[in-house]
């Protein structure tokens, strides 16, 4: 891939800018403006803190082979991009910054200003006209790749906001749904063209199982799967407020995917400091039983060093889910995910977190052509008074009793929010 990047290499060089993949984008930026000092490095992605200028500005001078850094979903904004570079002989710095529309930042290094215009609002792009990248055949390369694995998103957003997730924030916060026809389509050209041997599809949304046309989605799942024997599996995640249409959904994916019933954390205080709501003890273990019956598989999710959380808390957490008869817990530790509002600082303030920066796993180092790169992702490891979460235990169920024991020592470090 790098020598494709480097081959078409011209005025533009445009990336995403992650978490797991920050110090690679710097160091093939830097390397390809060795090739062409004029080249125009355009970034974008959800690891951005668009409230903060102070942020915003150290971002610039730690990354000053940045030109531009594009937040929010890029449709739009890319394609106004290229117009205005179309109209500017390739060059946006032409046209003033206050015509810039409000996605776009830019560092003047001279003054230390941030370059942003919030008044200048674009329109969202209609989900509809977008055509579908694998329909265009653009990214058949990849599926034929035994290392690639399809990525589906059927719908944007998420209409909940808990804090330590990107997908919580305010832009992300309306729900749009891509068309249903171009969804069913998709799904067909991948489960014929993938060659992942895996079968796995990911699916890239926050609440599956939350509006009734999943039904019909889900529908073309299993249709697809008799007839090309993919996908075999999904990683999905259910809406976190099951309703009798996430179980209908559930129950019809049964063959190829369990339902997430994420909690994240079940102490009031706690859920009240990350704005989250979750559906309560009792209707959980209502569900819960309800998808046993339907011989659905389930699973919960609790994140341990969230604000608020204590040792005895989370503990606590952990007891009450098994009562429910959840046989499956997975536990993570809070990241710290730029863009969300935990990882702020305001929010670092707020709750005194304390932080490490454990190198990530092992496909996030490493050398790739002529570069070299490791990521971190930032943990939290104790907040304000609390206890230490890096000493954490690794909390097992004994069998039985829906008690918890502690003993074995945290392993797995990892987190996906739902
Ligand atoms: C599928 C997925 C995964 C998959 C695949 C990841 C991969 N490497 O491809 C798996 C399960 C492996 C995964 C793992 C992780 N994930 Co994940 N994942 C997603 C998910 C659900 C979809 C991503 C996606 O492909 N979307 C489709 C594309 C088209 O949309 P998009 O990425 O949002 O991009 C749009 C804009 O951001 C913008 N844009 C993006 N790049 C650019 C570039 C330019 C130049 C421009 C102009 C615009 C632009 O335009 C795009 C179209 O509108 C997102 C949540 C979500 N729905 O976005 C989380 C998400 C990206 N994951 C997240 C995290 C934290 C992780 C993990 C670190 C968790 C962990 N500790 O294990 C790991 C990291 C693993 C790794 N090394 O890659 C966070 C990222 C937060 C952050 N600030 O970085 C997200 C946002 C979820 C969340 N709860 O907040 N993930
Ligand atoms: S954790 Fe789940 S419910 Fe909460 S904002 Fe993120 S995607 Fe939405």
Request: proline residues 3%.
């Amino acid at each position: 891939m790098l020598d494709a990047v480097t081959a078409s290499l011209r005025d533009v060089l445009t990336m995403t800018y992650c978490g797991w993949n920050a110090n690679l984008d710097a160091v093939i930026a830097k390397k390809r403006k060795e090739i062409v000092p004029d080249l125009r490095i355009v970034l974008g992605g959800p690891s951005f803190d668009h409230d903060d200028n102070d942020w915003i500005a150290e971002f610039f001078r730690n990354n000053p082979y940045a030109d531009l850094f594009i937040t929010g979903e890029g449709e739009l904004s890319f394609l106004i991009y290229l117009q205005i570079l179309q109209k500017n002989d390739l060059d946006l710095f032409r046209l003033d910054s206050s015509q810039w529309p409000f996605s776009f930042y830019s560092f003047d290094y001279k003054s230390g200003q941030v370059i942003h215009t919030p008044m200048n609002l674009i329109g969202r792009m209609d989900l509809a006209e977008i055509p579908s990248p694998y329909h265009s055949e653009i990214l058949d390369e990849f599926l034929d790749d035994l290392r690639f694995a399809p990525i589906i998103e059927t719908n944007l957003g998420c209409p909940y906001s808990c804090s330590f997730c990107v997908w919580g924030q305010a832009t992300l916060s309306v729900v749009r749904q891509f068309d249903l026809q171009t969804v069913i389509d998709e799904i067909n050209y991948i489960g014929m063209r993938s060659k992942n041997p895996t079968k796995i599809f990911y699916v890239a949304e926050a609440n599956f199982g939350m509006v009734k046309r999943d039904i019909t989605i889900d529908e073309s799942f299993i249709t697809c799967r008799e007839k090309y024997a993919c996908p075999e599996r999904l990683y999905i995640y259910a809406s976190k407020i099951q309703t009798k249409t996430t179980l209908k959904t559930f129950e019809i994916l049964k063959p190829i995917a369990g339902m997430s019933m994420s909690l994240q954390s079940t102490n009031e205080h706690v859920l009240e400091l990350i704005g989250r709501k979750n559906i309560g003890m009792e209707n959980y273990e209502a569900n819960r039983l309800e998808a046993e019956r339907r011989g659905i598989r389930t699973h919960c999710e609790l994140i341990y060093g969230l604000p608020g959380e204590s040792y005895e808390s989370f503990t606590d957490g952990i007891s009450k889910v098994l009562k429910t008869g959840q046989e499956r817990i997975q536990l993570y530790v809070i990241l710290l995910n730029l863009g969300a509002d935990t990882a702020t600082a305001a929010s670092r303030e707020m709750f005194g977190f304390k932080t490490a920066l454990p190198v990530q796993g092992r496909e996030a180092c490493g050398t790739f052509g002529d570069v070299s790169s490791v990521e971190y992702e930032e943990i939290v490891i104790g907040s304000g008074t609390s206890i230490d979460w890096s000493s954490s235990l690794l909390l097992v169920r004994s069998k039985n009793s829906g008690t918890v024991s502690k003993g074995l020592k945290l392993t797995s470090l990892c987190c996906r929010n739902s």
